[in-house]
Each structure stands twice: as structure tokens, then as C-alpha cells.
């Protein structure tokens, strides 16, 4: 994954392919990285994002990879074999996210590339494999969480990334940092923020309960998204609670039963999305809505299951649209609508 100025694009480069001259720039980072140095994020920063240890019985790269077999790459690209990566009783293809903003060489070489497909926002992230979307979200939640942070909230100063990018350190005597000085730890670690998202549901199974919020106004062709209800973990509360209220304040209907179903990371920017079932059941209170608590949806409805599974077999429903196929919101809606649940 490659990261310039805040911009992200997925494209899987083989090191020993590119240009001595830049295969010297990588290889630059390597011995700052080793030493800690606090010019480590200079000319690139680099994120290790694991080890495949996939397809190492024949050809080794790309051909077999079941994590790299799918990916993008330009047509003029030509592959090489080479000997697995070994480190002690471990051997694959290790991966890594680039930051290129500061080297001006790497964004020239890179830009080179004119028949790539470029993956680098919340829709085009949806349109890959699960193994390429998966390295991306990876990549950017920890680029995003490096370009947030390079000084202490202990001390104010700089911070270096250390372990491949994974931690980050502060340079600062122990005696003069907070941070360091900590019984826990002397380092600091990615934050991912846990998002309730709720597929609501009558007792019956044959009502399901779905938003379109403030921010999704008709597009081109006058439909409306609706999708599931969703929002922020509180601190102190567990699923079930955030889940229950996030469903009585997005809508007004109360909930008695929830059930986890599934969960997907979110690399916007670091979110983990728990997906829920909420069971409504309808008394004449429970279920009557009233989106005014918070003002966040626009519009708010109970859709008969059936009318879901027209919009799921591609017919149409008034101006009426379900989020895209590969979102956890539509495996929980399309879940609803066929009672697995």
C-alpha cells in the first residue's frame, strides 16, 4: 500500500524489481530503523504488516500467493522468481505499507505506472478481494495513525516508529517523559475505535428497521440510501448496551434482545464495525420512531422483509436504495431479510 499526503492507492511491488537507487532507499530505512535513529521518517516511513506464508511450493511470487494471486499490478509489470524471505523457522512474503511524501524519487517512479487501478476510498475499497481490501484497511489505519502522531503526549517531543513501524517511542529521557516513565509501557499503540452498527428487526421477522442519515442525500439517480443504524462504543458499556442505544437514539424504538453477528474492520479512519441484531418487539410503544433524539437520520422506516428482498434481487423500491454488496451493513441487512438471525 502507498501513501502520499494523505492520499492512499493499493499497488504490490516486488523490492528486488525496483531500481538500485531506490532499492537503496529502502535498504537506508532498514539500518535507521535498527538503530532507532530520529530521522527514521525522513525520506520514507514503512509499516511490516505480517509474513505470508502462503504458496511456497512452487513458483513464490504472485503465481501462488493466495494473499498477492488477485492483486492489481500494472500489465507491463514482469515478474521474477525469487528465494522465500526466511527469518529463523518462518518463511513467506512479507508486506509492507510505503509512505512516499518525502521521497520525491519514489513518488516520480511510482507515477510511472499509468495502468493501475487505483483503490483509495470507502467505495473503491469494496470493488477488490477480501485479501487485497484487507491489506489496504491495514495499511491505512496504521498510515493514518502515524501521520496523527509523531509527538508525545507525555513530553511533546518527536516519536520515532519502532518494530517496523508498529510502536512508537519517544526519545526523551525516562526520568523527563511521563510516558516513558509509566509502569506500563514506554510506547505507544495504534487505537481502533469500536462502531456499533445495528440491523433492526420486528420479533416476527417481518419488519426491518433502516436510516437514511443527514449525509447521503439522493444521489444522480433520486434514490436514497437506507442503511443500518450505527454509531461510537460509549466508554464503560458493552455491545449489548451500546447496541440498545444506539438504536433508541438514532430512532426512537426500544430493543430487548441483541445478538452478535459479525464484525469488519473500517479503515476510516480506524474503526472496528461490530454488527448486531436488535429485536424490537412491537407493543405500540417500542416500535413507533422519532428520529428528533439526535437529529442524525433524515428519514427513518419500517420496510416489510419482503419489500428488502426485491432490492436484494436487484428489482426497485420506490426511491429506495440498500448500501453495496461486500458491507457489513448489507450482510446484516440481506440477514434480516432472509431470517438468518
Given at each position: 500500500m502507498i501513501q502520499r499526503d494523505g492520499k492512499y492507492g493499493l499497488l504490490n511491488l516486488q523490492l528486488n524489481t525496483l531500481p538500485s537507487q531506490l532499492v537503496q532507499i529502502f535498504h537506508d530505512w532498514s539500518?535507521?530503523?535498527?538503530?532507532?535513529?530520529?530521522?527514521?521518517?525522513?525520506?520514507?516511513?514503512?509499516?511490516?504488516?505480517?509474513?505470508d506464508e502462503d504458496g511456497l511450493d512452487e513458483q513464490y511470487l504472485f503465481n501462488d500467493n493466495s494473499l498477492?494471486?488477485?492483486?492489481?499490478?500494472?500489465?507491463?509489470?514482469?515478474?521474477?522468481?525469487?528465494?522465500?524471505?526466511?527469518?529463523?523457522?518462518?518463511?513467506?512474503?512479507?508486506?509492507?505499507?510505503?509512505?512516499v511524501t518525502h521521497s520525491q524519487?519514489?513518488?516520480?517512479?511510482?507515477?510511472?505506472?499509468?495502468?493501475?487501478?487505483?483503490?483509495?476510498n470507502m467505495m473503491s475499497i469494496l470493488t477488490v478481494s477480501?485479501?487485497?481490501?484487507?491489506?489496504?484497511?491495514?495499511?491505512?489505519?496504521?498510515?493514518?495513525?502515524?501521520?496523527?502522531?509523531?509527538?508525545?503526549?507525555?513530553?511533546?517531543?518527536?516519536?520515532?516508529?519502532?518494530?517496523?513501524?508498529?510502536?512508537?517511542?519517544?526519545q526523551t529521557p525516562k526520568e523527563e517523559c511521563p510516558v516513558k516513565s509509566s509502569a506500563v509501557s514506554n510506547v505507544c499503540f495504534p487505537r481502533t475505535d469500536p462502531v456499533i452498527i445495528v440491523g433492526a428487526v420486528s420479533s416476527d421477522g417481518k419488519k426491518i428497521l433502516l436510516g437514511n442519515n443527514q449525509r447521503h442525500p439522493a444521489g444522480?439517480?433520486?434514490?436514497?440510501?437506507?442503511?443500518?443504524?450505527?454509531?461510537?462504543?460509549e466508554p464503560g458499556e458493552t455491545i449489548e448496551e451500546s447496541t440498545l442505544r444506539e438504536i433508541w437514539e438514532e430512532t426512537g424504538c426500544s430493543a430487548r434482545e441483541v445478538k452478535i453477528a459479525a464484525s469488519q474492520p473500517w479503515p476510516f479512519p480506524a474503526n472496528l464495525m461490530i454488527g448486531c441484531f436488535g429485536i424490537v418487539h412491537f407493543d405500540g410503544v417500542n416500535e413507533i420512531i422519532n428520529t428528533e433524539l439526535d437529529n442524525e437520520l433524515a428519514d427513518c422506516r419500517w420496510f416489510d422483509a419482503d419489500d428488502i428482498?426485491?432490492?436484494?434481487?436487484?428489482?426497485?423500491?420506490?426511491?429506495i436504495s440498500l448500501p453495496m454488496e461486500g458491507s457489513i451493513a448489507y450482510e446484516l441487512i440481506k440477514s434480516l431479510a432472509l431470517g438468518k438471525y
Amino acid at each position: 500500500m502507498i501513501q502520499r499526503d494523505g492520499k492512499y492507492g493499493l499497488l504490490n511491488l516486488q523490492l528486488n524489481t525496483l531500481p538500485s537507487q531506490l532499492v537503496q532507499i529502502f535498504h537506508d530505512w532498514s539500518v535507521k530503523n535498527s538503530k532507532k535513529a530520529i530521522d527514521l521518517r525522513d525520506d520514507v516511513t514503512l509499516v511490516f504488516l505480517g509474513l505470508d506464508e502462503d504458496g511456497l511450493d512452487e513458483q513464490y511470487l504472485f503465481n501462488d500467493n493466495s494473499l498477492s494471486g488477485s492483486f492489481i499490478y500494472p500489465t507491463s509489470y514482469k515478474l521474477k522468481e525469487y528465494p522465500p524471505f526466511k527469518y529463523n523457522k518462518f518463511q513467506g512474503t512479507p508486506y509492507y505499507a510505503v509512505d512516499v511524501t518525502h521521497s520525491q524519487e519514489l513518488q516520480t517512479y511510482l507515477s510511472s505506472f499509468e495502468d493501475v487501478k487505483i483503490v483509495n476510498n470507502m467505495m473503491s475499497i469494496l470493488t477488490v478481494s477480501k485479501n487485497e481490501s484487507s491489506l489496504f484497511a491495514y495499511s491505512k489505519m496504521y498510515m493514518d495513525w502515524l501521520m496523527r502522531n509523531k509527538f508525545c503526549p507525555g513530553c511533546g517531543q518527536q516519536v520515532i516508529p519502532v518494530d517496523a513501524g508498529t510502536r512508537l517511542l519517544c526519545q526523551t529521557p525516562k526520568e523527563e517523559c511521563p510516558v516513558k516513565s509509566s509502569a506500563v509501557s514506554n510506547v505507544c499503540f495504534p487505537r481502533t475505535d469500536p462502531v456499533i452498527i445495528v440491523g433492526a428487526v420486528s420479533s416476527d421477522g417481518k419488519k426491518i428497521l433502516l436510516g437514511n442519515n443527514q449525509r447521503h442525500p439522493a444521489g444522480p439517480n433520486g434514490k436514497r440510501m437506507f442503511s443500518c443504524i450505527a454509531g461510537f462504543m460509549e466508554p464503560g458499556e458493552t455491545i449489548e448496551e451500546s447496541t440498545l442505544r444506539e438504536i433508541w437514539e438514532e430512532t426512537g424504538c426500544s430493543a430487548r434482545e441483541v445478538k452478535i453477528a459479525a464484525s469488519q474492520p473500517w479503515p476510516f479512519p480506524a474503526n472496528l464495525m461490530i454488527g448486531c441484531f436488535g429485536i424490537v418487539h412491537f407493543d405500540g410503544v417500542n416500535e413507533i420512531i422519532n428520529t428528533e433524539l439526535d437529529n442524525e437520520l433524515a428519514d427513518c422506516r419500517w420496510f416489510d422483509a419482503d419489500d428488502i428482498k426485491t432490492l436484494l434481487n436487484g428489482g426497485e423500491l420506490e426511491d429506495i436504495s440498500l448500501p453495496m454488496e461486500g458491507s457489513i451493513a448489507y450482510e446484516l441487512i440481506k440477514s434480516l431479510a432472509l431470517g438468518k438471525y
